[in-house]
């Protein structure tokens, strides 16, 4: 990423997360970058205003926040802006959409985590392909390991100078424990399945973010697309739950109290999902809980369906 000297970078997120501490702090402070650090990224309508003041043209930020940065601010707002970063989570394409239509800005969306310090790849505007998170970092090693029932791709291992030197466990303190995966020591197991296209890479989702359904593997992201079509203004949420007769239910936790389940189906159809990707419940939680990323807190909001169907309340 072609950032230099001469751009400001304007920074809200939060340096406890591994993502602003880099990209927010550490980047600047050894390239010789000016930039501006705000408190919160919660501040939707100050922060574009203070981007417009401050002169800035780079900002790295979450989709979460993109999207309500988008709706607060004047299309004039970001008119400095030469690079916009995504990170954290995974880029919708109706936030994608809404900041090439309302400021003419691509968003280069990356990947990591926190083990890996934290960026594993990234788009940038040399090397770019809408929908992927871009190519491995130089020097990174990248393999898929088969997972049963996925009928593409697998889940993303790692290798590379940037994955940490270990965990320090509670358990043992004092005793760093090396990253090691099935495919030997050094190697990280990312959670994350991923597919490998011409170098890019391509995020199906978290393993964990997966529901099992009649025997086919669901993201749990397609749920919650689907919903983001049927009510872009509002958030929504997509849970896996036991279930005797299939395996696993989707059930979905939407702030939009009218949200149907026929709006679910029309917008299933316009974007070619399957039947089973539609929740076979819908809940009304609102607000739905965030991590101080703008990430959906997901143990928070199962624990809050959970005791609403057990209060047997919709």
Request: aromatic share 8%; net charge neutral; proline share 9%.
């Amino acid at each position: 990423l072609d950032v230099s000297p001469a751009d400001k970078i304007f920074s809200a997120m939060p340096v406890f997360h591994s993502f602003g501490l880099m990209a927010g702090f550490l980047l600047p402070a050894v390239s010789g970058i000016r930039v501006f650090l705000y408190p919160t990224p919660l501040h939707y309508a100050v922060i574009p205003e203070l981007f417009y003041d401050r002169d800035a043209t780079v900002m790295f930020a979450t989709p979460t926040f993109l999207r309500h940065y988008a709706r607060r601010a004047h299309p004039y707002d970001f008119r400095r802006t030469r690079l916009l970063v995504a990170g954290a989570e995974k880029l919708p394409a109706e936030v994608e959409q809404v900041w090439m239509e309302k400021f003419g800005l691509r968003i280069y969306e990356g990947y990591g985590a926190t083990e890996c310090s934290p960026v594993i790849s990234v788009c940038t505007p040399l090397r770019y392909r809408r929908g992927t998170v871009g190519e491995p970092l130089p020097l990174m090693e990248v393999r898929l390991e088969p997972v049963e029932g996925l009928e593409e791709g697998g889940l993303l291992h790692v290798r590379g100078p940037n994955v940490m030197l270990g965990y320090l466990r509670e358990s043992a303190p004092g005793v760093l424990e090396p990253p090691s995966s099935r495919f030997g020591p050094g190697w990280y197991a990312t959670g994350d399945l991923a597919v490998i296209e011409d170098g890019f890479l391509r995020l199906l989702g978290r393993q964990k973010r997966f529901a099992k359904v009649a025997g086919e593997m669901i993201s749990l992201e397609l749920p919650e697309r689907i919903a983001s079509l049927a009510s872009p203004d509002r958030l929504h949420a997509a849970i896996a739950r036991p279930d005797p007769a299939r395996g696993e239910m989707i059930l979905l936790a939407t702030e939009d109290p009218s949200l149907s389940r026929e709006a679910l189906q029309e917008a299933a159809r316009a974007l070619g999902a399957p039947e089973l990707a539609l929740p076979r419940r819908i809940l009304h939680v609102e607000p739905l809980p965030l991590l101080g990323t703008g990430k959906l807190d997901y143990p928070r909001i199962s624990a809050l369906v959970e005791e609403r169907l057990a209060a047997g309340g919709r």
